[in-house]
């Protein structure tokens, strides 16, 4: 009944196997088929997918699946599959060492700037099999079997345990990184903050020393008395202490175990003698200097003795100067930028309430019409005493911040061998480089002088130059001055790290930076100039300020490469390179006394002056030249110049149409309402409004994009 098993088919009687193969089942034919088996018939009749293609077992891909186009491959293409790990055919070719043995660039310090995906250094955290390993254990079971039910019964993970943030490490920002931009913003914002407040103090000052003197012979020998201890000092150790000590005392903080208390020590110590000797001579050669200053002073009998008498009170202040810069560039060598910026506010509030005394006691030039033969010896005295007092409560000042960066100031005369040699060797070419550039000074006082005087008005003498010069400068003290103190200790750590790039980098930063505000406050000076004069020089009369504001419009311009020459210098000086600025600065000293003393003998007198303001940015505009082929090539022969000209000339073309409406808006009140204080401050308002708004228009529509970047940081800063 059963079928035979397969295992006893061809054994048993008759069934033995075939010696020579397999065994034959007994029921098979003559020719060895075998019959089908009668159980195992329709077994698999009703298998739907017996004549389906197996590569289409889903009845949807079934019916779209097109045979013709995928027809099976024919027998024998079939590809073996290459073995895995194959090790890869050898090179025809030894390998190359000059290509294989070549150094592997540096690695950068911090995490790369250029980062995939867009990725942050400062947000992202990079995990590798270390971190997980040691991780791994964090996550630790609980004692209790049955404690996660409790816990997700509660909602609330693990049971709250008290944070413990991880020692975050020191991040080294790449370059154009949020840490290393909003550091140097911080530092700039905090100078620019005391800069500003200290040049508007300043010249609250020089308001009221022109409404107490007037702008006529007086005021202009007051003001050749106040600015010769600055010429000495400058051409003396000024130079010196502003560029070349910033990047000795910087090393000396990195390469000496003290931190360079030492070198600091020595430095005060050997400056403050220094100009101790230096004012004691210039007391007693009072009467020469101002005869140097300028002659048409001194051949005047009672301008002379007013002039010297005044020079002999301020020539001290040369000692005070320098204690005061030596100690702000030790605070700024320690990363103390704010206390330089602000402690010159001091002397300027003892100066207005000296000056303001003077006012309530005698009245304002235009009541008292005071002249160099008719002030009262009491009135010198108070002058003269009040700005002596200032530079010394500005020194004195300096002290507490000192102390709280742990300085304390110890007399030390062992200069010979400690780097001062080497610090006295680089300030020789940047005393030179002082020396001509007074030189250039120097002859545009005397030519200035002698124009006021010969012209017989107001306002056309070196007091108006003075005047006009120090609201033109104000842009550039509180924006680029600023900016470079804070660059300067980084680019000179830069160069003594032998890295053009970086130095070339934080240039370029830093004159694209100042350029968003240079470029709009130069072409307001142009547009403007006369409406802003005649409102703050009111005092001392409608033809002086409307004299000052045509010596100011003059200089505006030259406003753009006063500016860029600044921060190209302080390229040469991180590389402790002072001849190369001191070249650069005869040809500026050469070529503003020559066009000085052209336009002293081709203008007239009434506009010698103001010729004299056109040539000083003629000259810087030589001298920027001349110093950023020579800084190109210094460092390697780019300095990103496309970069800089392009922003520097779109800058330039959303000015141009800016000063074309807000000058002509400007002028057009002063016609209607007059030269008085209130036409003045409606031309200035209206003008300026318009000035600037079709500038930042202008500039966002050509997309410029360190206005953008301006523009978004305040707003950043209002929204919070």
Not at 527 to 553: D, K, N, Q, V, W
């Amino acid at each position: 009944m059963n079928a035979p098993y397969d295992g006893d088919r061809g054994q048993g009687a008759g069934g033995a196997a075939s010696p020579g193969g397999p065994p034959v089942p007994p029921d098979a034919g003559q020719d060895g088929s075998v019959p089908p088996d009668p159980y195992l018939q329709h077994a698999y009749d009703d298998d739907p997918y017996r004549a389906q293609d197996l590569t289409a077992q889903d009845p949807v891909n079934e019916a779209l699946y097109d045979r013709a186009a995928h027809p099976p491959p024919p027998p024998g293409t079939y590809q073996e599959p290459a073995p895995l790990y194959q090790q890869p055919p050898p090179a025809p070719h030894a390998p190359d060492p000059r290509i294989w043995a070549q150094t592997p660039p540096p690695e950068p310090a911090g995490p790369s700037r250029h980062l995939p995906y867009g990725d942050r250094p400062a947000t992202t955290q990079f995990v590798g099999v270390d971190d997980l390993v040691t991780r791994a254990s964090d996550d630790r079971q609980e004692p209790d079997a049955f404690a996660h039910l409790f816990r997700d019964q509660e909602g609330s993970g693990k049971p709250p345990v008290p944070p413990q943030p991880e020692p975050a490490p020191a991040p080294v920002p790449a370059k154009g990184g949020g840490g290393k931009v909003s550091g140097l913003l911080k530092s700039s914002a905090v100078m620019a903050a005391g800069t500003l407040v200290s040049r508007l103090t300043g010249f609250v000052r020089s308001l009221v020393i022109t409404a107490a003197l007037g702008a006529a012979m007086l005021g202009d020998s007051f003001t050749i008395a106040y600015t010769l201890p600055t010429m000495i000092y400058i051409l003396t150790v000024g130079g010196g202490l502003n560029s070349v000590f910033v990047p000795q005392l910087v090393r000396a903080m990195k390469d000496d175990e003290d931190g360079g208390e030492a070198f600091a020590n020595r430095l005060l110590t050997l400056v403050m003698v220094a100009l101790g000797l230096i004012v004691a001579v210039a007391v007693l050669v009072a009467p020469v200097l101002i005869q140097l200053m300028s002659s048409t002073i001194a051949d005047d009998v009672a301008a002379n003795s007013v002039a010297v008498t005044f020079a002999r009170y301020c020539l001290p202040t040369i000692f005070f100067m320098g204690v005061h810069v030596v100690m702000g560039q030790i605070l700024n060598a320690r990363g103390k930028f704010g206390a330089m910026m602000w402690t010159p506010v001091l002397n300027n509030i003892v100066m207005i309430i000296t000056f303001g005394l003077f006012i309530w006691v005698y009245g304002t030039s235009a009541e008292s019409q005071m002249g160099v033969d008719t002030i009262p010896p009491e009135g010198v005295r108070l002058l003269g005493i009040g700005t002596l007092l200032g530079l010394v409560v500005q020194s004195l000042a300096m002290i507490p911040y000192l102390r709280e960066t742990g300085f304390r100031f110890r007399p030390r005369f062992d200069w010979k061998g400690h780097g001062l040699g080497k610090t006295v060797k680089l300030a020789k070419w940047t005393v030179l480089f002082v020396l001509a550039n007074q030189a250039g000074v120097l002859v545009v006082t005397q030519l200035a002088t002698a124009a006021g005087k010969l012209s017989g008005k107001d306002g056309t003498g070196f007091l108006a130059y003075s005047n006009a010069q120090l609201i033109w400068g104000m842009p550039q003290a509180i924006i680029t001055v600023s900016v470079m103190a804070a660059l300067l200790p980084r680019i000179s750590r830069a160069a003594h790290d032998n890295d053009p790039g970086a130095v070339r980098d934080d240039i370029s930063q830093g004159l694209r930076n100042s350029a968003v505000a240079i470029v709009p406050v130069a072409f307001t000076f142009l547009a403007l100039g006369l409406p802003m004069c005649t409102l703050l020089y009111a005092s001392s009369g409608t033809e002086a300020a409307r004299s000052m504001g045509f010596i100011l419009m003059a200089f505006a311009l030259g406003l753009i490469p006063y500016s860029v020459q600044y921060v190209v210098l302080r390229g040469f000086y991180a590389y402790e390179d002072t001849r190369t600025p001191f070249y650069n600065t005869v040809i500026v000293a050469a070529v503003n006394a020559a066009a000085s003393a052209l336009c002293y003998v081709v203008l007239p007198a009434r506009w010698a002056v103001v010729g004299m303001a056109f040539s000083y940015g003629l000259a810087y505009a030589v001298g920027v030249g001349v110093a950023w082929r020579r800084l190109r090539n210094r460092l390697g022969g780019d300095l990103d110049g496309a970069h800089i000209v392009r922003t520097y000339a779109r800058l330039c073309m959303a000015a141009v149409p800016a000063a074309l409406v807000g000058g002509a808006v400007g002028f057009g009140i002063l016609e209607l309402v007059g030269t008085g204080a209130l036409g003045s401050l409606a031309a200035l308002i209206c003008g300026g409004a318009l000035l600037l708004g079709i500038f930042f228009v202008a500039a966002k529509k050509m997309r410029i994009e360190e206005v953008n970047g301006l523009v978004g940081m305040v707003r950043g800063r209002l929204g919070r």
